[in-house]
């Protein structure tokens, strides 16, 4: 019999819609409850239609340079995740080389 398991997102709401707060929760985190979080990108792939369905949640809190640093680490785990599902490391190291460039352009502090 296969497993079950859910994450769940609840987004508090302004009076004009814009999210607030975000939090989530998963029965396999390392932690347990509610998880405050500032941001999150969802992309569900439908095959029937070949498209690419998306959630993309930021609460009017974030900062600038944290949106910054959430694409690049987004950047740089896709290319980890598409060579891992590919095999392609050549166009994962094009993406890798794109999430360099990104950093740089918005004034990234180098990585220690």
Same mark, same amino acid.
């Given at each position: #019999?296969?497993?079950?398991?859910?994450?769940?997102?609840?987004?508090?709401?302004?009076?004009? *819609? @814009?999210?607030? &707060?975000? =939090?989530?929760? &998963? !029965? %396999?985190?390392?932690?347990?409850?509610? +998880?405050?979080?500032? &941001?999150?990108?969802?992309?569900?792939?439908?095959?029937?239609?070949?498209?690419?369905? *998306?959630?993309?949640?930021?609460?009017?809190? #974030? +900062? @600038? %340079? =944290? #949106? $910054? /640093?959430?694409?690049?680490?987004?950047?740089?785990? #896709?290319?980890?995740?598409?060579? $891992? !599902?590919?095999?392609?490391?050549? @166009? &994962? %190291? %094009?993406?890798? /080389?794109?999430? *360099?460039?990104? !950093?740089?352009?918005?004034?990234?502090?180098?990585?220690?």
């Amino acid at each position: #019999m296969s497993e079950k398991r859910e994450i769940l997102f609840t987004v508090e709401l302004d009076d004009q *819609r @814009v999210p607030e &707060a975000i =939090h989530w929760q &998963a !029965a %396999d985190a390392p932690v347990e409850g509610p +998880q405050p979080c500032d &941001a999150f990108l969802i992309s569900l792939w439908d095959s029937g239609q070949k498209s690419t369905l *998306r959630i993309d949640l930021w609460t009017k809190e #974030m +900062q @600038v %340079d =944290h #949106m $910054n /640093a959430f694409f690049f680490q987004t950047l740089m785990t #896709m290319a980890e995740t598409f060579q $891992n !599902a590919t095999g392609n490391r050549e @166009v &994962a %190291d %094009d993406i890798r /080389a794109f999430g *360099r460039e990104f !950093a740089r352009k918005v004034e990234m502090p180098p990585e220690e």
